[in-house]
């Protein structure tokens, strides 16, 4: 194999959640690259992690209940840990995140390579946070993968010793045709123990017998490179490995910044026959075309461009006059359009989703969101709970900085009645906007005033107020005239009253909790579904849109939190089909500065049963986390929502945490447009001048007479 790259493996110091390092990013596995021994290292994905520790399964969660822990699916149970009952969530094939399955970090990477020549990571299991969860007295943590985008975690490699697996390698001998593996005992000595399959001995769970020895010759190459110097700020190295321009590639494509190359415009042909009106309309038709844009991993986009009207109109006042010859050539100059949205783009209002509709024949953009006044969703504005909308001709138009916020409908307020005559008196959480059988719906949670006491006797601490979990996912749709045209959406009097929406024999979504959030619709052959969370976790059905408000299958739990970075709660789903498959993005890690956003998908098209978890693919890492956009650090992204903007690109309109001096004071709506790479993978953090380089914003259109002698 042909090696001209080295790549390094390693974990950080933790230094801060205000800098996307805290434990639970610290302690997994980051990647460097570099090009030859002189070159400087290069982190990739920003220096955040990019394998990282599945959680475990409890022993007493059943195989149906963890079929949703797609990380953890192979490995078998857990020797490691302590016995300890399940919850109720288990009785409805589900686990509770953080109690029905723990969450894990790592230390001590290891890069090898199997014998078939893919990657293998060799690791120190620890308890979320980096202190022993007791594994690491006798096996470490093995996972494979092909390329180093997606991992298949095979659980623990069992050793046949009690003394401690400290700083484990892994090598494969080919003229032994064995694995030799290498660790450091409690008391510092070497051990080394070999086998002919690593992984079967993984997935069997069978310990491999050891033998104490020196490192000999063939486990030379397995040293780390702990005492070198890498130039990555808080750097835990584990090791270096060389790599093949084809994998480096691969891994820069994935993990590194994407941006503008290039602009072209195909030159435009215009018929010298032509005359009069229909030549005026054919060269001011030129308008709408687009400049195609080039990008550095070898991906395309197209924007509008704003072309000179001057130009086009003299051109097609000769058309018009008939004094186009054949073979002549025109040029017209143009700006590629590129709207910078306002950042924020709407203060204190979170969970946002702009939706671009057409009213009766009308090109019309809304914007509706939870409003996070202070960082209080329940019942902010002194109990004024409200849900807001915004309407607009333009996506500009609906941001603060354009006046949206002074021009706010209240669709809802505090005390308005459900279909079942309670008062909603808060939260009024995530609103979404979806055409469903042909009518604009709006899908969210209220809640409503807390009883005297919580379902387990407890004394409620919101008795009389509003009480978060007390929320249900419920529906309303605009009302439509006998002849199929809109009412007025900006009337909260066209709007039918909210139904809570139920299961198909008339049950809470949600018996487990009571709360049921964060609803969205999907739509694939043929069938729809809606996705939302409870148990801390996404979940689907299906129902029928002519009757929105009712389910007509039991809800099924299919993507759950399984790392340190999406810890504790899977929320705010949202789908997309892009080139046959279906973009499900959802965000983890609770509300505040640590937000993120992860990734499943699923064919689309191929009549897949998406209430089914085999038939979603989980990235391993997170799709957008905090970072730097455009020189100024956001913090806690997440909760986003796809959609599109006035020229039909895709946008994604998501929130960040608003924190000021280290305080945190709720959520801002943002806009961005998303930028597909080359293999297909949604980008939401592209830089402005990564979108755009400046020096290809302005474009020239050829345009070609053509006839008997073109």
Same mark, same amino acid.
């Given at each position: 194999?042909?090696?001209?790259?080295?790549?390094?493996?390693?974990?950080?110091?933790?230094?801060?959640?205000?800098?996307?390092?805290?434990?639970?990013?610290?302690?997994?596995?980051?990647?460097?690259?570099?090009?030859?021994?002189?070159?400087?290292?290069?982190?990739? %994905?920003?220096?955040?992690?990019?394998?990282?520790?599945?959680?475990?399964?409890?022993?007493?969660?059943?195989?149906?209940?963890?079929?949703?822990?797609?990380?953890?699916?192979?490995?078998?149970?857990?020797? @490691?840990?302590?016995?300890?009952?399940?919850?109720?969530?288990?009785?409805?094939?589900?686990? +509770?995140?953080?109690?029905?399955?723990?969450?894990?970090?790592?230390?001590?990477?290891?890069?090898?390579?199997?014998?078939?020549?893919?990657?293998?990571?060799?690791?120190?299991?620890?308890?979320?946070?980096?202190?022993?969860?007791?594994?690491?007295?006798?096996?470490?943590?093995?996972?494979?993968?092909?390329?180093?985008?997606?991992?298949?975690?095979?659980?623990?490699?069992?050793?046949?010793?009690?003394?401690?697996?400290?700083?484990?390698?892994?090598?494969?001998?080919?003229?032994?045709?064995?694995?030799?593996?290498?660790?450091?005992?409690?008391?510092?000595?070497?051990?080394?123990?070999?086998?002919?399959?690593?992984?079967?001995?993984?997935?069997?769970?069978?310990?491999?017998?050891?033998?104490?020895?020196? &490192? /000999?010759?063939?486990?030379?190459?397995?040293?780390?490179?702990? /005492?070198?110097?890498?130039?990555?700020?808080?750097?835990?190295?584990?090791?270096?490995? /060389?790599?093949?321009?084809?994998?480096?590639?691969?891994?820069?494509?994935?993990?590194?910044?994407?941006?503008?190359?290039?602009?072209?415009?195909?030159?435009?042909?215009?018929?010298?026959?032509? %005359?009069?009106?229909?030549?005026?309309?054919?060269?001011?038709?030129?308008?709408?075309?687009?400049?195609?844009?080039?990008?550095?991993?070898?991906?395309?986009?197209?924007?509008?461009?704003?072309?000179?009207?001057?130009?086009?109109?003299?051109?097609?006042?000769?058309?018009?006059?008939?004094?186009?010859?054949?073979?002549?050539?025109?040029?017209?100059?143009?700006?590629?359009?590129?709207?910078?949205?306002?950042?924020?783009?709407?203060?204190?209002?979170?969970?946002?989703?702009?939706?671009?509709?057409?009213?009766?024949?009308?090109?019309? @953009?809304?914007?509706?969101?939870?409003?996070?006044?202070?960082?209080?969703?329940?019942?902010?504005?002194?109990?004024?709970?409200?849900?807001?909308?915004?309407?607009?001709?333009?996506?500009?138009?609906?941001? =603060?900085?354009?006046?949206?916020?002074?021009?706010?409908?209240?669709?809802?307020?505090?005390?308005?009645?459900?279909?079942?005559?309670?008062? +909603?008196?808060?939260?009024?959480?995530?609103?979404?906007?979806?055409?469903?059988?042909?009518?604009?719906?709006?899908?969210? +949670?209220?809640?409503?005033?807390?009883?005297?006491?919580?379902?387990?006797?407890?004394?409620?601490?919101?008795?009389?107020?509003?009480?978060?979990?007390?929320?249900?996912?419920?529906?309303?749709?605009?009302?439509?005239?006998?002849?199929?045209?809109?009412?007025?959406?900006?009337?909260?009097?066209?709007?039918?009253?909210?139904?809570?929406?139920?299961?198909?024999?008339?049950?809470?979504?949600?018996?487990?909790?009571?709360? /049921?959030?964060?609803?969205?619709?999907?739509?694939?052959?043929?069938?729809?579904?809606?996705?939302?969370? &409870?148990?801390?976790?996404?979940?689907?059905?299906?129902?029928?849109?002519?009757?929105?408000?009712?389910?007509?299958?039991?809800?099924?739990?299919?993507?759950?939190?399984?790392?340190?970075?999406?810890?504790?709660?899977?929320?705010?789903?949202?789908?997309?089909?892009?080139?046959?498959?279906?973009?499900?993005?959802?965000?983890?890690?609770?509300?505040?500065?640590?937000?993120?956003?992860?990734?499943?998908?699923?064919?689309?098209?191929?009549?897949? =049963?998406?209430?089914?978890?085999?038939?979603?693919?989980?990235?391993?890492?997170?799709?957008?986390?905090?970072?730097?956009?455009?020189?100024?650090?956001?913090?806690?992204?997440?909760?986003?929502?796809?959609? %599109?903007?006035?020229?039909?690109?895709?946008?994604?309109?998501?929130?960040?945490?608003?924190?000021?001096?280290?305080?945190?004071?709720?959520?801002?709506?943002?806009?961005?447009?998303?930028?597909?790479?080359?293999?297909? +993978?949604?980008?939401?953090?592209?830089?402005?001048?990564?979108?755009?380089?400046?020096?290809?914003?302005?474009?020239?259109?050829?345009?070609?007479?053509?006839?008997?002698?073109?």
């Amino acid at each position: 194999m042909s090696s001209s790259y080295e790549l390094l493996c390693y974990t950080r110091e933790a230094t801060g959640r205000e800098e996307a390092n805290n434990e639970d990013v610290a302690y997994s596995m980051h990647l460097a690259l570099r090009a030859s021994e002189t070159a400087e290292w290069e982190p990739l %994905n920003e220096n955040y992690g990019i394998f990282f520790a599945a959680g475990v399964p409890i022993q007493a969660a059943t195989a149906e209940s963890r079929r949703a822990c797609a990380a953890a699916a192979p490995a078998i149970a857990d020797p @490691f840990d302590a016995p300890r009952p399940a919850t109720e969530a288990v009785a409805y094939g589900a686990v +509770m995140p953080g109690i029905d399955i723990t969450l894990k970090s790592l230390r001590d990477p290891y890069l090898f390579r199997l014998q078939d020549g893919r990657f293998a990571v060799a690791a120190t299991r620890t308890n979320r946070g980096g202190e022993p969860d007791g594994s690491e007295k006798s096996a470490f943590l093995l996972a494979v993968s092909a390329d180093l985008t997606a991992f298949t975690q095979l659980g623990l490699v069992m050793l046949c010793t009690s003394g401690g697996v400290n700083r484990p390698t892994v090598v494969f001998d080919a003229n032994a045709f064995r694995y030799v593996i290498s660790w450091t005992s409690n008391d510092g000595k070497p051990h080394v123990a070999t086998v002919a399959d690593i992984v079967a001995a993984a997935e069997s769970g069978e310990p491999i017998d050891v033998a104490d020895a020196k &490192q /000999s010759e063939n486990t030379a190459s397995a040293e780390r490179n702990s /005492s070198c110097d890498y130039g990555i700020p808080n750097a835990v190295p584990g090791n270096v490995l /060389s790599i093949t321009e084809e994998e480096a590639t691969k891994l820069v494509e994935r993990f590194g910044r994407i941006y503008n190359v290039g602009a072209s415009v195909e030159p435009q042909h215009i018929d010298a026959a032509l %005359n009069g009106e229909r030549a005026r309309e054919a060269v001011l038709s030129l308008r709408a075309t687009r400049t195609e844009l080039a990008y550095s991993d070898g991906s395309n986009a197209t924007r509008a461009v704003d072309w000179n009207e001057s130009e086009l109109e003299a051109i097609a006042q000769e058309a018009a006059e008939g004094n186009l010859q054949p073979g002549r050539k025109y040029t017209v100059n143009g700006r590629i359009r590129q709207t910078v949205y306002p950042v924020p783009f709407a203060v204190e209002r979170a969970d946002p989703s702009v939706f671009a509709w057409s009213f009766n024949g009308k090109p019309m @953009f809304m914007f509706i969101a939870t409003d996070d006044t202070d960082g209080n969703c329940v019942d902010p504005n002194d109990g004024a709970t409200h849900m807001p909308l915004r309407i607009a001709d333009s996506i500009e138009a609906l941001s =603060d900085a354009s006046g949206g916020r002074a021009k706010e409908i209240d669709l809802l307020k505090c005390g308005d009645l459900n279909s079942e005559g309670r008062a +909603m008196t808060g939260c009024f959480w995530a609103p979404e906007l979806h055409v469903i059988d042909g009518k604009l719906s709006v899908l969210f +949670m209220p809640c409503f005033d807390g009883m005297p006491t919580n379902p387990d006797g407890t004394l409620n601490d919101r008795a009389g107020k509003p009480d978060m979990w007390t929320g249900s996912c419920h529906i309303m749709q605009l009302k439509q005239h006998s002849d199929g045209t809109d009412f007025d959406p900006s009337k909260p009097e066209n709007w039918t009253v909210p139904k809570p929406i139920l299961t198909p024999t008339g049950g809470v979504l949600n018996p487990i909790q009571r709360i /049921s959030l964060d609803m969205t619709v999907l739509n694939d052959s043929g069938r729809w579904y809606y996705a939302w969370q &409870q148990v801390g976790s996404i979940w689907i059905a299906s129902f029928d849109p002519a009757r929105p408000e009712r389910l007509t299958c039991e809800p099924k739990q299919v993507v759950v939190p399984e790392f340190a970075w999406d810890n504790m709660i899977a929320e705010g789903p949202n789908a997309i089909v892009h080139d046959g498959t279906i973009y499900l993005i959802y965000s983890g890690s609770l509300v505040g500065i640590d937000y993120t956003t992860g990734l499943v998908t699923a064919p689309a098209g191929q009549d897949a =049963d998406l209430t089914d978890p085999n038939v979603w693919t989980k990235l391993d890492y997170p799709l957008q986390k905090s970072g730097l956009y455009n020189g100024q650090w956001q913090l806690g992204t997440g909760h986003g929502m796809w959609s %599109n903007d006035e020229d039909g690109n895709l946008i994604y309109v998501f929130h960040n945490a608003e924190y000021e001096n280290g305080r945190y004071v709720g959520r801002d709506a943002q806009v961005r447009r998303v930028h597909w790479s080359k293999e297909g +993978m949604p980008i939401l953090d592209m830089q402005t001048v990564e979108e755009l380089n400046p020096d290809y914003a302005d474009i020239t259109m050829k345009i070609v007479v053509s006839g008997n002698n073109g």
